[in-house]
Each structure stands twice: as C-alpha cells, then as structure tokens.
C-alpha cells in the first residue's frame, strides 16, 4: 500500500501596512526682470460737433498708427473709441462733443519706443499708462520654473515630515499643479500722463524693476510605517 503524505503550506496574509495621509502646498518664487515695455496712448478733441471731434481723432491715431509701423519691432493695437456729448456746467450749456481713442504700443527694446512716445506726445497725443511687463513666453518660462522649485520642495518637506512622524515616504497620492497664481501686476516706475505741449517734450523715463512669479503646488502624500 502506498501512502502520500500531503503537506499543506499555509500562507499568512501579509499585515495591511498602515497608512497615513499628509496634505501639503508648497510655494516657490522666482525673480524675473521685465522685458517688453508697454504704453498707453491716448487721442482726444473736444470741439463744436461731433463730426469735427471724430474727425481729429481718426487723424491723430492714423498719424500715430503710421508712425508707430515704421518703427521695427514694434506692436500697435488701437483700444476704445469713445464720443459723447459735453457740457462744462449748469451756467455753461454750450454744446460740444468730445471723443477719445487709446493705442496700445508694445517693443522688446524700450529706447526705440520711448522716442516714438515723445514724438507722438509732440503730436498731440497723451501718455496715459507707461511701464515694463514680461512677455508672454517669459512668464510662462518663469511659471515653469516656479512650478519645477515648489515640486522639489514638496517631496523634500515631505520626505522631512516622515522622517520627524517616524514613518517613510510613500508616493504621492494626488497633485494639484494648477494653481499656479497669476502674476502680479507690473510694479513699474510709471510715467505721469503727459498732454501735448507747444514745444516738443523730451521722452518719457521707464526704468523696469523685477517682478515676482509664483506658484504653488498642492499634494496628498502617503506616508508608511518605516521598514
């Protein structure tokens, strides 16, 4: 007679690691100098009729649009155009009409620029906004570089956290990396605005001064009981 001996192994399940979940935001700054110079323009009449206020603003901005064009590099968007009826007070009801229209003017080299704003402002138009800003792709490169600091210094308070709870890094259960802040506003030294004058003026000054790009980065990280 033959006789089999079975032998049953018997596996244990392993014990559940124990898990903790750690919520972090980490933000990191960087320091970029601005670099495209923006100005505000503006073109206004205040005469008898309408027809007349109209007729001096389109010739200003054609002039200054012409004008602008020729300067290589630089950006020219024309903004609202604005007529309406004026009145100088309740003992003066003399009717006359005043319209308004804005030009936009963008250059990545800003002396250019800031001697065409004097030739426009001895043009009769005036300076309303002056100042430096970054430029698209060099705010989305400091997003990009804010965002790469704020996920190094994530998993370093992460991995720090463990250590000071006695537990280990685990992973990152979910990032938010979509909350990068917007920039902030431009901080430059602006021009004040500028009427026409009878003799030439000399141009504006805008001096840039480095702004600040920031963005956070939000997590779930798993921590384990340390092996």
Request: proline fraction near 7%.
């Amino acid at each position: 007679m033959r006789r089999f001996l079975v032998i049953a192994l018997l596996v244990a399940p392993a014990a559940a690691h124990a898990e903790t979940l750690l919520r972090l935001a980490e933000t990191a700054t960087v320091m970029v100098h601005p670099d495209e110079l923006v100005a505000t323009l503006r073109a206004e009449a205040l005469v008898g009729t309408a027809a007349e206020a109209q007729a001096k603003v389109n010739a200003l901005v054609a002039d200054a649009v012409e004008h602008a064009k020729r300067l290589p590099g630089v950006k020219v968007a024309t903004g609202g155009y604005n007529v309406w009826r004026y009145f100088q007070g309740d003992k003066d009801r003399t009717q006359r009409w005043q319209a308004s229209q804005t030009i936009e003017l963008r250059s990545r080299d800003g002396a250019p620029l800031l001697g065409l704003i004097g030739e426009l402002q001895a043009r009769g138009l005036a300076v309303g906004g002056l100042g430096w800003e970054l430029a698209p792709e060099t705010a989305r490169t400091a997003r990009e570089q804010a965002t790469a600091q704020a996920i190094k210094g994530l998993r370093g308070r992460a991995e720090q956290a463990a250590g000071l709870l006695g537990l280990s890094f685990g992973e990152f259960k979910e990032v938010r990396l979509d909350n990068t802040r917007p920039l902030p506003p431009p901080t430059p030294r602006m021009a004040p605005m500028m009427a026409a004058a009878a003799a030439p003026p000399p141009p504006p000054t805008a001096e840039a001064e480095d702004v600040e790009v920031a963005a956070t980065v939000e997590a779930d990280v798993v921590l384990r009981a340390a092996p």
